[in-house]
């Protein structure tokens, strides 16, 4: 019996979504010591923050806020003039239809993937976190 491959599922078009409209994304360094931990932790710790790691292993500190041009139908109400980065976004290449991406909303999340993904770096850390009650929020 031969496996056939499974078709891709169908590309979620960006009419439908608009989700990269809905924040601001700024490249970090990858969490390769305390020091980069404590950093993501640090954006962790403000409303409206997240952090997402891609598929290929490129981390980004996101700031949840709407474009002002994005209307309600989804439509970018300066499509013609947007802006160049505006222009380099592409639903083929973003997290909606990507493989492998990680959003972390919480420090209790990225530090169970620190616990998980990096264990001689997660028993560094005890020193240089809060108490656990304080993680939780």
Known sequence: MIALPLAAPPLV???QCAKCCTYVAVGINAP????????????LYHDGVSVYRDGSGEWSVVFATRCRHLQDDLLCGIYERRPH?????????????????????????????????????????PAHLPAPAALAR
């Open 13 to 15: 078009p960006c009419t």
């Open 85 to 125: 980065v505006c222009r380099t976004f592409d639903n083929t290449t973003c997290e909606v239809n990507s493989e492998g991406g990680t959003s972390f909303e919480t420090p209790g999340a990225f530090l169970e993937w620190v616990r998980r993904r990096r264990p001689r770096l997660f028993r560094s850390l």
């Open 32 to 43: 390769r010591g305390v020091r980069g931990v404590t950093e993501i932790l640090w954006y």
